[in-house]
Each structure stands twice: as C-alpha cells, then as structure tokens.
C-alpha cells in the first residue's frame, strides 16, 4: 500500500530528527529542509515516530503498510 | 585555502570576540593553518551525545582524513535522547540510534564506549580515560553535556532522574509498577515524565517551586496555563512550595516540604537542572564558569581545544552574552558548528535557541532568547492552543507556543529575521 509522507517546508527547520528515526527515508535537502526520497525505506511504524517525534509537527503520515 | 579542507577561510580570519568572550582565545592558528594548510591530524571527541555525533560525521563531510575518535562514557552509541523522555516512557521501544553502527565504522569513525575522560593534559595534548589509557590529539573536541542535579537531601535509595539511557530502566520499572508518583520540578523533564506517567495510569503529583512549572523561564502567564493542562489532563500540581527532603521506607516514599506539609509516594523522580559534566577538567587551564567558557566559534581559553553543546558556554555574538543552552536541537548545530571551528573556520555560532517539549499529547515550542524579557503577550486561553510573545524594550525576543504549529513557524522566522550581531546592523 502507498505511504503518502508529507512534510511541511514552511513549519520544517531542519534539527534532522526525522533524518534517523526514518531509516534515511527523509532527508535534509541543500537548504536544510526535511525532504522526502524514499518512503519505503522505512516501516509504517518508524514514519509514525518520525511524525510524532517532529519538533515543529511538520510531518504528515498517511496509509498503511 | 588548505589542499584537504574544504571550509572557505581556513586561513583564520578572528572575528569579534568582544567582551567577556575575549577571555576565550584562540591560539591554535598556528598549528591549523600553518602554511595553508589543515594540518590536524587527530581528533578526539569526548561526548556520546548529538554535539558528539554530528561533529564527527561533519568533520568528515567537509574532508577531514586524519582519524577521527568519539569517547563516550555510555555504552551505545550516540542515540536520540530526546525519546527517553517521550515515546520510551510510554511506550516499550529501543532505543533510536543516530546512525547505524556501520556508518561510523565506514567513516573511519573510532567509538570508544564506555569510556570516561578523567583528565586532561593540554600541554602534552592527552587525554587520560578510565581505562588507564590515553589519548593523544591535535585537536580535542569537548562535548561532555551535563548529569542531571540531584540535591543531596532529595537522593534517597531509588530516586530515579532522567537524561541518559542508563537512567530509563529504573524510570521505565517505576511506571510499570503504577500506584503514586511524586514528580519534584516543574521544568521541560519534569513535564514530560508527569505527562507519560499520567498517560500510563500513575496518580502523579507535580511539585514546583515557583509558582507555576516553566515559571522561572518564561513567567507566570504561560506557567499558569501549562499548570493548568497538566491539571486538565489528571497530574495534582502543587505549586509555590519546594521539596525539603526525601526519605525512604519499606512501604515508600516521603517528600517533605519546604510549608511543613509532607506527601507520600511510591516513586519519586527528580527533575531540577542539570550541571555540566566538567569536574574533571578543574585544574586542566580551561576557563571553566557555569560550563565551558568559549568564544564565538566554540574556541576555549586552552590551545586546540574546543567545546560544544549542553557543557559550552559560550559568547554569542547577536546576544552579546555567554550563553549555554541545554536544547537537543542547539547542541547539534553547535556539533556541526565546532567542526567547522576544527577545520580551520572562524564562523561565529549564532543559532535561534529552540526547544520544543512533547505533553499530554500537546505540542509545546520555544525558541528565542530566554533571559531578560520585559514584557509578555499571550493569545488564548486554552492551554492547549496559545501563543506568548516575549518582548524586550519593545522588540520580541522569544516565543512560546502550545500546539499550533503553524502559528510557531511563523513567529520563529520572525525572530531568526531580527537577530543578527550589532556591529551587521539590521
């Protein structure tokens, strides 16, 4: 099932929380925002966390695996 | 510019480090940049935390091919701290590494685990570990962060604080058991280990100091409406009143307080600061104040010798104080700051201190300056949906915010927009 992992780049800044929880599925890009580049790299469970754990709450998870 | 470093300006430029923070020299030009070149060899890290870890992989990042040695006293390697207090309370989850073991080994990154720092010998440049060993370096990089305070007459048997893994087992038992929790200080930790215990079922109690939690930093508007959240969602909150003593007994706890009044628990956890974790550098030559005194670009007062995250004070150039800050997030920029610093960089660290705390499923966010305000602006009512504004002769200076995001967001761009040294102008 597709996970749909969207994440906010005007609420992002960057602490790179979501870069070690994900498994590498979401990276920090050149200026430093929180992107996306493989979902799948991850369990459902771990982009949950991700999501949860985010410091500004810029992480939306959607789907099931 | 050096064949191996990638930094502009590796030939030193010396920032301003004006007043107090020109105490901190630097006087490892010499050996850094002689010739051009980057020419340390080895470096040490002290520290297993996220200043620690994110120094070493940066060092790399930016070209670094001498050896690299992170030293930490814990035994796992560098994790995620801030879920020690959140998820791994309420939930039974691993811990989160910051990096898969391989990474580090693939870097060329040396861990030594369970190994503590014990002394330093800076003219020789050794560090001397508990392991009767020692290491050398050219450049020694300290992160050692801080141990949580635990007040002599609050330290019986089984009182439990949180900041490192080793502290979660017994936290963990403690909220397995259930029954009465006695939480003694209002802070970020102490919120948060109230919140996840309330979350599992424990009759929680609250002890503040001052009048409200979070009241010592950020006044009484916003700590009477945290108090009341925590209220709303079941902790008993007593404020006003400080913890005298704790004693233990075979059926429990007592906490007595400072108005006479005594409670009874079946746990307590203490949550009332932190100190640096730099006993051990007293007498080394190291400036030492409340922390690690350093300058802009995390430079000590000793030779080739550095300093970053929760242990460093130090001189920040758009607040033009020392600052120590004991935030996740601050002490991983200023990892990655101090390797630059390493390489041959003269860059000032000059981040927007941010920290954001996770309670009773309300999203708590800071970020700004959290001394001197003046003045206090709050917008709502309901504890879990406001905003404060924090002002100083008129100009904001910080922002607290509970659970909107997006509000937060906007407000820290603000900040970050108008915070720049004096002497850049705005």
């Known amino acids: 099932m597709a996970i749909t992992v969207d994440i906010d780049r005007e609420v992002c800044i960057g602490s790179g929380n979501c870069v070690h929880i994900s498994e590498g599925s979401i990276e920090l890009d050149d200026d430093g925002v929180a992107t996306v580049v493989d979902a799948e790299r991850a369990t459902i469970d771990q982009l949950r966390r991700a999501a949860r754990s985010c410091p500004t709450a810029a992480i939306t998870i959607d789907g099931e695996q | 510019m050096g064949e191996r470093c990638r930094l502009r300006g590796c030939r030193r430029v010396h920032g301003d480090r004006g007043g107090d923070g020109s105490r901190a020299r630097a006087g490892n030009q010499e050996q850094e940049t002689r010739g051009g070149l980057c020419v340390t060899r080895d470096v040490v890290v002290v520290g297993g935390g996220v200043a620690a870890h994110r120094c070493a992989l940066e060092l790399r990042r930016l070209g670094h091919d001498g050896t690299v040695t992170v030293i930490s006293g814990e035994r796992h390697p560098p994790y995620d701290r801030t879920f020690l207090s959140k998820d791994m309370l309420v939930e039974d989850v691993d811990l989160v590494p910051l990096a898969p073991r391989s ?117 009484a508007e916003v700590g009477t409406r945290v108090a009341a959240l925590h209220r709303e969602r079941g902790v008993k909150v007593v404020t006003g009143v ?151 002769s008129g100009q904001l200076i910080g922002v607290f915010v509970s659970g909107q995001p997006r509000e937060f967001a906007k407000a820290r761009k603000e900040l970050a927009a108008s915070m720049c040294p004096p002497d850049q102008g705005r």
Do not use: N
């Not at chain 2, 029954?179 to 802070?187: A, K, M, P």
């Not at chain 2, 746990?267 to 009332?272: F, K, L, P, R």
């Not at chain 2, 996740?328 to 201190?353: I, Y």
């Open chain 2, 103 to 219: 990474e580090y080994t693939d870097q060329g990154i040396e861990l030594l685990l369970d190994v503590t720092a014990v002394a330093l010998d800076a003219d020789a440049r050794r560090v001397q570990l508990s392991d009767d060993t020692a290491r050398r370096y050219d450049s020694l990089v300290l992160c050692v962060g801080g141990r949580p305070v635990l007040p002599p007459a609050l330290d019986a048997p089984g009182v439990a604080v949180m900041r490192e893994a080793t502290h979660l087992d017994r936290l963990r038992a403690i909220l397995a058991r259930g029954g009465q929790l006695v939480v003694i200080g209002g802070g970020f930790i102490g919120g948060e280990v109230a919140s996840a215990a309330v979350t599992r079922g424990l009759d929680v109690t609250l002890v503040e100091q001052a009048g409200a939690p979070l009241e010592a930093m950020l006044g």
């Open chain 2, 242 to 392: 400080g913890a005298r003593a704790v004693s233990a007994s075979q059926s429990g706890y007592r906490v007595d307080l400072d108005d006479g009044t005594t409670l009874s628990a079946d746990a307590v956890v203490v949550g009332v600061g932190m100190a640096p974790a730099t006993d051990w550098l007293t007498g080394s030559g190291l400036e030492l104040d409340h922390g690690i005194v350093t300058d802009a670009s995390c430079r000590t007062s000793v030779d080739s010798v550095f300093a970053a995250g929760d242990c460093a004070r130090w001189w920040h150039p758009a607040y033009e104080s020392l600052c120590r800050v004991e935030h996740w997030d601050t002490a991983g920029r200023h990892g990655t700051a101090v390797a630059k610093t390493v390489l041959g960089s003269a860059e000032p660290f000059m981040p927007l201190p941010f920290v954001w705390s996770d309670q009773h499923g309300v999203k708590l966010q800071w970020a700004g300056r959290a001394a001197g305000w003046d003045d206090v602006r709050v917008e709502g009512d309901d504890p879990a949906r406001f905003v404060a504004r924090y002002y100083r």
